[in-house]
């Protein structure tokens, strides 16, 4: 399975050994662990069934899509890769549930304050301290047979890990107490040990050659099927990739923005450039899908129009195209069939093998997010979910107050 959203980094990329605690204790005896809310009724709601999970300024809420009504909310709760779980802190304790329902699965004493990293199982998960200035950072790690702390030194935020859960990704920010750039490290989950990533031929970064980034992570794609995560960076001043650094040039001059690509179970790491105009324009109008078979990427650049297909096998840009431009927050989805692209108040389509337009459709109010769902494509504009059918109809429209973003729909 695939999963695109936001939270795959935990908190946006403003990314980072000792006791262990006590084992994570049963939930026999525990309160409701989600807290059932109220809305409006809907507009319309015919024939939708499943839920929809979307951010709102209150948290992640999950809404019936069957009823239009908001059944419960989470807070500031993280999915694991398959939207089988969320996971979240709460009174100094780790918390797991079981989706759909919200039934606590169980929770473990942590000394961090936000959930950082969730493996692809769901099982082991990091927590840490807000992103800021600091010259340690201590983590800890929580799965089903309990958890420990890490006191790691300089200024940290886990990302992801391995499949084997040995390895943890950090994004370790520099200077630690004045930070301005960052680099992506390996840390040896068993010993604690912090070392460089390898290079695409899987040889180690040789010392002073690790790459430092100075943009702004965008947004995060996880190919949960071949371990890959694809982020995105913009805005990259007097960058030069780990290749360059090894060659003792700059290869790509004219570029400002690229995808990193992190293969988490060989522990290598590469970096796509994007042509111009990628990386110009604002962060927010930057976004990118995964194609449903994880073959292909897709860049799109909403204050230019500009949209990219980049392969995942040679990892090289194979074809480029024009759209239409729009200002706001960019958004993007990727089925067999259909590129969509959202921005401003409508939906571009293009066919995801030639990237040749298909058609635009009207939303009723600002891009808020994309999903999909038995054929239909619900599309978050302004504060109101709107679901339209294979030709741009709009077939049902359902009010979430506050909304700031969909992220998930589910099958009943």
């Not at 089988?84 to 304050?113: C, I, M, N, Y």
């Not at 840390?187 to 943009?215: H, I, S």
């Not at 978050?380 to 359902?398: E, F, N, R, S």
Request: aromatic share 4%.
């Amino acid at each position: 399975m695939r999963t695109t959203r936001r939270e795959l980094l935990a908190g946006a990329l403003a990314l980072a050994t000792l006791p262990t605690l006590s084992a994570c204790a049963g939930s026999q005896a525990e309160p409701a662990a989600a807290k059932p809310v109220n809305s409006p009724p809907p507009a319309r709601t015919a024939g939708l069934a499943g839920t929809l999970y979307a951010r709102t300024a209150s948290g992640l809420v999950a809404v019936d899509l069957a009823t239009g009504k908001q059944i419960r909310e989470y807070g500031e709760a993280v999915p694991d890769a398959g939207w089988q779980r969320l996971h979240q802190v709460k009174d100094g304790r780790l918390r797991v549930l079981d989706l759909p329902g919200g039934k606590l699965r169980r929770e473990t004493p942590v000394s961090g304050a936000q959930v950082k990293a969730v493996s692809r199982s769901g099982e082991l998960v990091a927590v840490g301290p807000p992103p800021g200035p600091r010259t340690s950072t201590l983590i800890s790690l929580a799965g089903p047979d309990g958890g420990r702390d890490l006191r790691l030194d300089g200024n940290v935020e886990p990302e992801a890990f391995s499949t084997d859960g040995q390895v943890m990704y950090v994004l370790e920010y520099l200077p630690p107490d004045k930070p301005d750039r960052y680099r992506v490290r390996m840390l040896d989950l068993p010993t604690g040990t912090p070392k460089p990533l390898n290079t695409r031929d899987k040889k180690p970064v040789p010392e002073g050659k690790e790459e430092e980034m100075r943009g702004q992570g965008r947004q995060a794609v996880m190919d949960t099927d071949a371990g890959v995560l694809y982020t995105l960076y913009t805005h990259q001043p007097d960058h030069l990739h780990t290749r360059d650094l090894i060659a003792g040039g700059d290869s790509a001059p004219g570029v400002h923005a690229f995808v990193h690509v992190l293969q988490l179970d060989q522990q290598w790491a590469y970096c796509l450039d994007l042509p111009q105009p990628f990386g110009i324009g604002p962060p927010e109008a930057h976004t990118l899908a995964l194609s449903p078979d994880g073959r292909n990427l897709f860049i799109y650049d909403a204050t230019s129009g500009r949209i990219a297909q980049a392969n995942t096998t040679d990892l090289t840009v194979k074809r480029t195209a024009f759209g239409a431009k729009h200002a706001g927050e960019a958004y993007a989805l990727a089925d067999n069939h259909r590129l969509y692209l959202a921005a401003g108040t409508s939906v571009q389509v293009a066919d995801p093998a030639t990237l040749a337009p298909l058609g635009t459709w009207q939303l009723p109010g600002p891009a808020r997010g994309l999903a999909a769902l038995n054929g239909q494509l619900l599309a978050g504009a302004g504060d109101h979910l709107t679901v339209l059918d294979a030709k741009g109809a709009q077939q049902t429209t359902i009010p979430i107050p506050g909304l700031q973003s969909l992220n998930h729909a589910a099958q009943p």
